[in-house]
């Protein structure tokens, strides 16, 4: 059985979390393929294609199961995630994969978002849109361009979203920026490394706020001292923030 994704996040038997488990690899259900094998399979056991009482049981026994019942038969269960090529799904050491988190969310497959050019078919829902979840605002945008010809329509060949509503794209980002704060922000680097600023920035306070408002953007070279505290808990060296 194989799908565009799978998941080794468990799910609990009637959403009771102190209750009964499945941990097992799975292929999440939106989009699933089998062969006649696979799919007796799935008919023989029986709580597959059972209409369930509530929403927690048919995930238990429809989309853990049947994962479930494919790998106790003997058989494997692929995906088209590229860090789960060739991986033996019956072998029990591998059912921590990505620390049982779903690869479903902004940054959860591995700190990077699924796409829809690696894994073909992905969710596309209203309330993924609107929490602006990555895969799905380019699987919805690509649905457009190619839907639309952008060759045959000049004013969607010239528009760009990020353009047209700049800062609620940059918020975020100068948001987590001011957050870290600028006592441990290289400020010396980054006069040296950007000699451009030199007339437009003459204080250490002008040059982090020329780069908590343009410089992030522009992809000027910056660094942080070695420790950087957010919000007064310290990070390790591989969050620096760092531009080359």
């Given at each position: 059985?194989?799908?565009?994704?799978?998941?080794?996040?468990?799910?609990?038997?009637?959403?009771?979390f102190r209750g009964k488990w499945r941990y097992n690899p799975?292929?999440?259900?939106?989009?699933?393929?089998?062969?006649?094998?696979?799919?007796?399979?799935?008919?023989?056991?029986?709580?597959?294609?059972?209409?369930?009482?509530?929403?927690?049981?048919?995930?238990?026994?429809?989309?853990?199961?049947?994962?479930?019942?494919?790998?106790?038969?003997?058989?494997?269960?692929?995906?088209?995630?590229?860090?789960?090529?060739?991986?033996?799904?019956?072998?029990?050491?591998?059912?921590?994969?990505?620390?049982?988190?779903?690869?479903?969310?902004?940054?959860?497959?591995?700190?990077?978002?699924?796409?829809?050019?690696e894994v073909m078919f992905v969710k596309v829902k209203d309330?993924?849109?609107?929490?602006?979840?990555?895969?799905?605002?380019?699987?919805?945008?690509?649905?457009?361009?190619?839907?639309?010809?952008?060759?045959?329509?000049?004013?969607?060949?010239?528009?760009?979203?990020?353009?047209?509503?700049?800062?609620?794209?940059?918020?975020?980002?100068?948001?987590?920026?001011?957050?870290?704060?600028?006592?441990?922000?290289?400020?010396?680097?980054?006069?040296?490394?950007?000699?451009?600023?030199?007339?437009?920035?003459?204080?250490?306070?002008?040059?982090?706020?020329?780069?908590?408002?343009?410089?992030?953007?522009?992809?000027?070279?910056?660094?942080?001292?070695?420790?950087?505290?957010?919000?007064?808990?310290?990070?390790?060296?591989?969050?620096?923030g760092r531009a080359t």
């Amino acid at each position: 059985m194989v799908g565009p994704t799978i998941s080794c996040e468990g799910s609990a038997l009637n959403g009771d979390f102190r209750g009964k488990w499945r941990y097992n690899p799975h292929v999440q259900s939106y989009a699933v393929a089998t062969d006649r094998v696979g799919l007796q399979v799935l008919l023989d056991d029986g709580r597959v294609f059972h209409c369930h009482n509530n929403r927690w049981n048919t995930i238990y026994y429809s989309e853990l199961g049947s994962s479930t019942a494919i790998l106790k038969a003997g058989y494997n269960i692929d995906c088209l995630m590229t860090k789960y090529q060739n991986i033996d799904w019956r072998n029990k050491l591998n059912w921590g994969c990505n620390s049982r988190s779903s690869p479903q969310s902004d940054l959860t497959y591995d700190g990077i978002t699924l796409d829809p050019l690696e894994v073909m078919f992905v969710k596309v829902k209203d309330f993924l849109l609107q929490r602006n979840i990555t895969y799905a605002l380019k699987a919805a945008q690509y649905d457009l361009w190619l839907e639309n010809e952008p060759s045959g329509n000049v004013s969607l060949l010239l528009s760009n979203k990020y353009a047209n509503d700049e800062f609620s794209h940059k918020a975020p980002r100068i948001l987590v920026t001011k957050a870290r704060g600028s006592s441990c922000f290289d400020v010396e680097f980054y006069r040296q490394r950007n000699g451009d600023l030199t007339g437009a920035v003459k204080s250490d306070t002008a040059a982090w706020q020329h780069y908590t408002f343009y410089g992030q953007f522009e992809r000027r070279p910056h660094r942080y001292a070695n420790l950087l505290l957010y919000n007064g808990y310290p990070i390790t060296d591989w969050l620096r923030g760092r531009a080359t």
